[in-house]
């Protein structure tokens, strides 16, 4: 395993729309697979895209932790889309779910130190393939989805801000508390 350099906004590799995986289950995507997630872990993100590697394959790994809901309620069932445990998605497709839109903070690790508003659709499934080939299918909210479109987005050469309609919401991760309710 080994920590891989992350191209930062600017670089080609990050505009360039990435390709097929033609075999998920060969030698060589485990391996990237490996270093991705080991690359994501040491920069503490929560996904990662293989073109941030500088390798243009359609490979995505993420994760969306749990705990997000303070309502014991909403624990079980009703919470369960929003979270998902370490993932690897190859060749990945989203299908937009319904029309509600919902705005979140983003980061991104190939555009450091900086966190932006975005509006995304909140309800998603997406379908793609795991390591040893089999189809995975999820629906997602929350920021579950969230993080699975922006890991896409990735593998289609597009970086959050382009996603953004007010560009005075994209600032310094110092200075996002000037923007957060307070508790
Ligand atoms: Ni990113």
Redesign the pocket.
């Known amino acids: 395993m080994a920590i891989l350099k992350i191209a930062r906004m600017g670089h080609p590799i990050l505009a360039t729309p990435a390709a097929l995986v033609s075999d998920p289950t060969a030698p060589e995507i485990r391996r990237l697979v490996n270093d991705m997630v080991e690359t994501m872990a040491d920069a503490n993100g929560a996904?990662l895209?293989a073109p941030?590697v500088h390798v243009p394959l359609r490979v995505v790994v993420f994760q969306a932790p749990g705990a997000l809901t303070e309502d014991p309620g909403l624990a079980g069932a009703e919470a369960f889309d929003h979270t998902a445990s370490l993932t690897v998605l190859i060749n990945p497709e989203i299908a937009v779910i319904d029309h509600v839109i919902e705005g979140g903070w983003e980061g991104?690790?190939?555009?450091p130190g900086l966190r932006g508003w975005v509006e995304r659709p909140a309800h998603i499934r997406y379908r793609g393939f795991g390591l040893d080939g089999r189809v995975i299918e999820r629906s997602a909210r929350g920021f579950h989805a969230r993080v699975v479109q922006?890991?896409c987005d990735?593998l289609e050469g597009r970086?959050?801000p382009a996603r953004m309609k007010d560009l005075s919401r994209l600032v310094f991760e110092s200075e996002i508390c000037h923007f957060l309710e307070p508790a």
């Open positions: 996904g895209a941030q991104c690790l190939s555009v922006h890991e990735h970086l959050y």
